[in-house]
């Protein structure tokens, strides 16, 4: 008999198998059924068509358009959809993969046709058909062997070498098929293509096999996909938004950051305006952990090797790390991936007692990833990065109040950055994989302590995602939306009772029993890194910074030469009280200087001429809000003053 437990904890028994999601929904009312286009059984996203296990109790969950996953469901669907449409219009088409990304899907190409923007409008009417269509995609089930077999006949010759690599140790296999259409694939997929409601493609750009620059490039085309036509237009009307906050754009324009070829592909040059931006964000958070009790540290950007291997990092990392640097004398050195064996050394430095803990270590720690070529992205996506990384090491009994400061610190940082919109996820472990290290009690543990203070700080928007913790412990991510919309991955804090363990660095302290026991680390970083964040604030305000962030706060503009000395008088008066000012005193009109200082997104323009002069004030504008009159020179730095201490965002 099978148990079939729902989310309200009702139960539905099954005396005859096999049973299937569609079932389910069928026995509970037709328009559920018709509704339905996924489950989720036991954590696991299947299709609404795949066979249930044939006894015992699962868990499951029956997935509509309401339903966030089952938005990338229909994706990878139309992911299909747009492969076999590729297929219909040329020739000697070859297929990669086909995933889903963030706001859509790609699919990878071997074919002669160079395909451009002129192809696409061909590519979505052939897509409208097969969608017209409304066919079944069909689950097949088959062996290894017979799989290598079917993608040979068929001339698939990047699946046949995914399957005798990638795929090697799997004895079964699935397959999709679509009319005419069949793909490897392990799904899962929509009933019917029907259920896909609009359609776009994108972009097409090149792709490595596999992300290595050592194989052949791929054409790679973009698209995306929705339930209804409504949320696409809405969709496609963020994009043309987001192309107007382009951080590598703005970067540029605003002479904030750069990359050069020169220099290496994903390391960032920050300019001597983008460094301020940096510095002001590093003297906020340093600022609030000392308040807190942190002790800031420094440590090297290499390590040897053997550090990485007794903390897991290598080789558990080796694919997205710098190779080692090899010796003379035989030692290796890896670029620092991580900045948590360097703090783990530190606490190690000496005996560390009960009275010792909480030790709180901080630093700025900048540590080197190597992103495959086709994934760096300005600033968001890179190969080095600093990250305002702390390592707390504590007692089991201090894990919750210590979480809980670290979740507030992270609260803090978006809520000063206007930064309100956020959701919270709790990555834990997937019980069925082994990539987790340590017992399933320490796990179960961990992963109820993180709910516990969750609870008790009474988040709002929190949920559990199996499978999305680090190998050594659970963690809380803050995933914020901008003013867009568009969600950014960001702060996050992770529980660790990995790298204390006898398997790994052996920490201990001294209880007041004169016993040693075993400390638990907690890894948190608000911020994420200084890389990423500040890419995603460029966008967020679209290069208009708030007055405490901006590189140029005030800019003075002299109405003619005849008033530049008392100009200048200004500029000086306001610079020796801090503020980042400078003057505009070419011999061009107002408006001009006006014009100029709007395009670079100067928070504050002083307008200075004989009035301003004769009455020691200033004519004040702001970017957006234009003209704010007449004020004293004193009024207007106290203003500034007041705006830049309570960090105001307007």
Same mark, same amino acid.
């Given at each position: 008999m099978l148990v079939v437990r729902l989310p309200d904890e009702s139960v539905i028994e099954f005396a005859s198998t096999p049973v299937r999601p569609i079932d389910v929904a069928q026995r509970i009312g037709p328009r559920l059924a018709k509704a339905t286009v996924a489950a989720e059984v036991d954590g696991k996203i299947i299709?609404?068509?795949?066979?249930?296990? @044939? *006894? %015992? +109790?699962?868990?499951?969950?029956?997935?509509?358009?309401?339903? $966030?996953? &089952?938005?990338?469901?229909l994706r990878h669907s139309c992911a299909h959809v747009m492969a076999r449409a590729v297929m219909r219009l040329f020739p000697g088409v070859e297929l990669g993969f086909g995933p889903t990304v963030d706001s859509g899907f790609y699919y990878d190409f071997r074919l002669e046709h160079k395909i451009s923007e002129d192809d696409?409008?061909?590519?979505?009417?052939?897509?409208?058909?097969?969608?017209a269509e409304d066919e079944l995609f069909e689950r097949i089930e088959t062996s290894h062997e017979k799989a290598v077999q079917i993608c040979e006949d068929l001339g698939q010759r990047l699946k046949v070498e995914?399957?005798?690599?990638?795929?090697?140790?799997?004895?079964?296999?699935?397959?999709? @098929? *679509? %009319? +005419?259409?069949?793909?490897?694939?392990?799904?899962?997929?929509? $009933?019917? &293509?029907?259920?896909?409601?609009?359609?776009?493609?994108?972009?097409?750009?090149?792709?490595?096999?596999?992300?290595?620059?050592?194989?052949e490039q791929l054409q790679r085309l973009y698209g995306t996909a929705f339930f209804t036509k409504k949320e696409l237009d809405e969709h496609l009307a963020r994009l043309e938004e987001a192309k107007k906050r382009d951080h590598r754009v703005l970067g540029k324009r605003l002479e904030l950051f750069a990359v050069d070829p020169e220099v290496?592909?994903?390391?960032?040059?920050?300019?001597?305006?983008?460094?301020?931006?940096?510095?002001?964000?590093?003297?906020?958070?340093?600022?609030?952990?000392?308040?807190?009790?942190?002790?800031?540290?420094?440590?090297?950007?290499?390590?040897?090797?053997?550090?990485?291997?007794?903390?897991?990092?290598?080789?558990?990392?080796?694919?997205?790390?710098?190779?080692?640097?090899?010796?003379?004398?035989?030692?290796?050195?890896l670029l620092k991936p991580m900045n948590c064996p360097h703090h783990?050394?530190?606490y190690q430095s000496k005996p560390r007692s009960y009275r010792d803990l909480p030790l709180r270590l901080a630093e700025f720690g900048t540590v080197y990833r190597f992103e495959q070529s086709g994934e760096l992205t300005g600033m968001t996506r890179v190969r080095g990065f600093t990250q305002d990384d702390a390592h707390i090491f504590c007692t089991e009994d201090q894990v919750g109040e210590e979480f809980r400061d670290c979740i507030r610190i992270t609260q803090l940082v978006l809520s000063t950055l206007g930064l309100n919109d956020y959701r919270v996820r709790l990555g834990f472990r997937d019980p069925t994989s082994d990539k987790y290290v340590g017992s399933p009690e320490t796990w179960e543990r961990a992963e109820a302590t993180l709910e516990a203070v969750c609870r008790e700080m009474r988040l709002n928007n929190v949920s559990?995602?199996?499978?999305?913790?680090?190998?050594?412990?659970?963690?809380?991510?803050?995933?914020?939306?901008?003013?867009?919309?568009?969600?950014?991955?960001?702060?996050?804090?992770?529980?660790?009772?990995?790298?204390?363990?006898?398997?790994r660095f052996n920490l201990h302290y001294i209880g007041p029993d004169n016993q040693p026991h075993q400390p638990v680390m907690i890894h948190r970083a608000p911020f994420g890194s200084f890389e990423r964040f500040t890419g995603?604030?460029?966008?967020?305000?679209?290069?208009?910074?708030?007055?405490?962030?901006?590189?140029?706060?005030?800019?003075?503009?002299?109405?003619?030469?005849?008033?530049?000395?008392?100009?200048?008088?200004?500029?000086?008066?306001?610079?020796?009280?801090?503020?980042?000012v400078t003057g505009d005193y070419?011999?061009?009109?107002?408006?001009?200087?006006?014009?100029?200082?709007?395009?670079?997104?100067?928070?504050?323009?002083?307008?200075?001429?004989?009035?301003?002069?004769?009455?020691g004030g200033v004519a004040v504008r702001h970017r957006r809000q234009g003209d704010l009159g007449a004020m004293p020179l004193d009024a207007a730095l106290a203003m500034f003053q007041e705006e830049i201490r309570s960090k105001t965002i307007r």
């Open positions: 299709g609404s068509g795949e066979v249930l296990p @044939r *006894q %015992g +109790e699962v868990r499951l969950r029956l997935l509509t358009a309401k339903d $966030p996953e &089952a938005l990338d469901v696409f409008p061909r590519i979505e009417a052939e897509m409208a058909k097969i969608i995914h399957l005798r690599e990638g795929l090697s140790g799997e004895e079964q296999v699935s397959f999709y @098929r *679509q %009319g +005419e259409f069949l793909d490897l694939c392990r799904g899962p997929h929509v $009933p019917r &293509a029907g259920v896909i409601g609009a359609f776009k493609v994108l972009s097409v750009a090149g792709a490595y096999w596999k992300g290595d620059a050592s194989r290496g592909s994903g390391l960032i040059l920050w300019l001597p305006k983008g460094a301020i931006i940096r510095r002001e964000l590093e003297n906020f958070i340093y600022g609030e952990l000392m308040r807190s009790g942190y002790q800031p540290v420094y440590t090297p950007n290499i390590g040897r090797v053997e550090l990485y291997q007794t903390s897991g990092h290598y080789p558990y990392y080796a694919d997205s790390q710098f190779p080692p640097i090899q010796m003379a004398d035989g030692d290796r050195y783990v050394r530190i559990v995602q199996r499978g999305e913790a680090a190998f050594y412990g659970p963690k809380v991510d803050f995933i914020v939306a901008d003013c867009i919309g568009r969600d950014w991955q960001l702060g996050t804090v992770q529980l660790d009772y990995n790298l204390p363990s006898p398997e995603m604030l460029i966008e967020h305000f679209a290069g208009a910074f708030p007055l405490w962030l901006a590189p140029e706060q005030v800019r003075v503009l002299s109405v003619s030469e005849k008033f530049e000395e008392y100009a200048r008088q200004v500029e000086a008066r306001l610079g020796g009280a801090g503020l980042r070419r011999p061009e009109k107002i408006n001009a200087k006006i014009r100029d200082a709007q395009l670079e997104l100067i928070p504050y323009m002083l307008v200075v001429g004989a009035r301003e002069q004769e009455s």
